[in-house]
């Protein structure tokens, strides 16, 4: 059975979330490959880690500029980045997270970015009224990837449908979880 290396990186994910410190091995019994495959196309875990990061970079890019977050209404750009940032936020997360990940070079850089521009869209907000003002900008950004992640392995895990998530993420985000 042909495998590709998006495969393969794809079934670390869930691995990876659930142990940051899984095995190769670990790792190939979930893509359901041996070890010696993996290692073929990631000749050590710091390269199948640095892979992932790369990919997740990319991804977390190309997500933020679908979204025009700079550009677009505050509404549009915050539906386009819930649609958006949903399905690579449990990656970006694991990527984003850990300390051997962003030492690679250029790594940190590009994940920073990431991050300031999300901060800065959140911040956007707030001036212009979409967000409370009375929480740092920070911590919202901060919570919508924590809830973004939390949609991503409820997916994950059968829980909740990929068509449900974005919705319900923004509507706690917005709401809060108290009744009406």
């Not at 992932?52 to 991804?59: D, F, N, Q, T």
């Amino acid at each position: 059975m042909p495998v590709t290396s998006d495969e393969l990186l794809d079934a670390a994910v869930p691995v990876l979330m659930r142990d940051r410190g899984a095995s190769m091995k670990e790792i190939a019994t979930a893509a359901g490959v041996s070890r010696t495959t993996l290692i073929r196309f990631f000749p050590t875990r710091d390269v199948l880690m640095d892979a992932l990061a790369r990919r997740a970079v990319a991804e977390a890019t190309r997500a933020l500029d679908a979204a025009a977050l700079e550009s677009d209404s505050v509404r549009e750009a915050f539906a386009a980045l819930t649609q958006g940032f949903v399905p690579i936020a449990q990656v970006w997360g694991l990527v984003y997270t850990d300390r051997q990940v962003l030492a690679a070079p250029g790594m940190q850089d590009a994940a920073d970015r990431i991050g300031e521009r999300i901060d800065a869209f959140f911040a956007r907000g707030q001036s212009e009224g979409f967000f409370r003002q009375d929480v740092p900008a920070q911590w919202i950004s901060y919570s919508f990837s924590g809830l973004a992640e939390t949609a991503t392995e409820l997916i994950r895990e059968g829980l909740m449908g990929p068509k449900q998530a974005p919705g319900y993420l923004a509507r706690l985000l917005l709401d809060g979880a108290a009744a009406r």
